[in-house]
């Protein structure tokens, strides 16, 4: 079983920067295909902000944060990271760290849709105009 444990989330004001951790334990980290970042606010449906192959390293952003977020892992300390800058207040909910391992025979990033098999507990981000 896959643990992942998000810290680095707080209250920010508009335009203000953030950078969210994600460590994966109980798990081997090479044996994690792909990790994301997802958003989610009261009433709305869960959103994909960005992915990370461990791997190949190639990653993926929403249409929403191009530019102003970055998606970056530490393979040796088996983190995944969110740097986010010119935080807007529509940036604002729970943001969750998400895994898929891999399987025998390879493996698949379920990105951007969330059938992860693996998530965090969340780290609430709060954006004020």
């Known amino acids: 079983q896959v643990h992942l444990e998000e810290s680095g989330g707080g209250s920010v004001q508009d335009g203000g920067s953030l950078r969210l951790s994600c460590v994966a334990s109980g798990y081997r980290y090479s044996s994690i295909n792909c990790l994301a970042w997802f958003r989610q606010t009261p009433g709305k449906e869960r959103e994909a902000v960005a992915g990370?192959?461990?791997?190949?390293?190639?990653?993926y952003y929403a249409d929403s944060v191009k530019g102003r977020f970055k998606i970056t892992q530490d393979n040796g300390k088996s983190t995944v990271y969110l740097q986010m800058n010119s935080l807007k207040p529509e940036d604002t909910a729970t943001y969750y760290c998400?895994?898929?391992?891999?399987?025998?025979?390879?493996?698949?990033?379920?990105?951007?849709?969330?059938?992860?098999?693996?998530w965090g507990q969340g780290t609430q981000v709060t954006v004020s105009s």
């Open positions: 998400a895994a898929e391992p891999l399987v025998p025979g390879g493996g698949y990033c379920p990105y951007p849709r969330t059938n992860f098999a693996y």
């Open positions: 990370i192959y461990t791997g190949g390293g190639a990653t």
